[in-house]
């Protein structure tokens, strides 16, 4: 492997292991904010109106972490089979560069949209949009919550990128059943 190669490899692992962390700490605050409003509502009969807008925000983000997780670890929806040894090398290739398309079919207008908006004006951007917009019981700008959006796509655009250099084998955090699966 080449050296562009080692370093997209090393790079792709390194975005996992921070979106793990990420995904990870915003699904501990989730359930803490969830169990505050059950907790509230329910013994002290008076629930806190900014857990409900935390839990949805701090879910927003694990969730978008957590696709990236996926897709690195090739949990994503296989619409073509995986690899095998009995298939030829080209169809590998083949499968591998239109499942590729497919992703960067579906993700990039997605990051386009997310700095520009129509007429390639960047004030009417999603990102720019929500960096006038405030969350309404936490106060703070709701671009701290988009911005997961672009990132997630960025991520996933780094993973894609490393995975012709990346040997067909499961994550090391994979269980034994799912290495069977991959």
């Not at 040894?85 to 207008?109: E, H, K």
């Amino acid at each position: 492997m080449h050296m562009a190669g080692r370093i997209l490899v090393a790079l792709s692992r390194g975005i996992d292991r921070l979106a793990s962390a990420l995904a990870m700490m915003f699904l501990v605050v989730l359930v803490g904010a969830v169990m505050t409003q059950v907790i509230a509502r329910y013994v002290l009969q008076s629930p806190p109106a900014w857990t409900e807008e935390l839990a949805r925000y701090t879910m927003i983000w694990a969730g978008l972490m957590g696709a990236t997780m996926s897709f690195k670890r090739r949990f994503d929806p296989a619409l073509i089979g995986s690899a095998s040894a009995d298939r030829p090398a080209w169809l590998t290739a083949l499968t591998g560069g239109i499942q590729g398309l497919a992703v960067l079919i579906y993700l990039l207008p997605i990051l386009w949209f997310s700095f520009f908006g129509p007429n390639m004006n960047p004030e009417r951007s999603f990102l720019v949009r929500h960096s006038r917009m405030t969350a309404e019981t936490l106060g703070f700008p709701t671009l701290l919550v988009a911005v997961a959006v672009p990132l997630m796509i960025v991520f996933i655009l780094i993973h894609l990128m490393a995975r012709p250099f990346e040997r067909e084998q499961p994550h090391p955090e994979q269980t034994a059943p799912e290495r069977e699966l991959v």
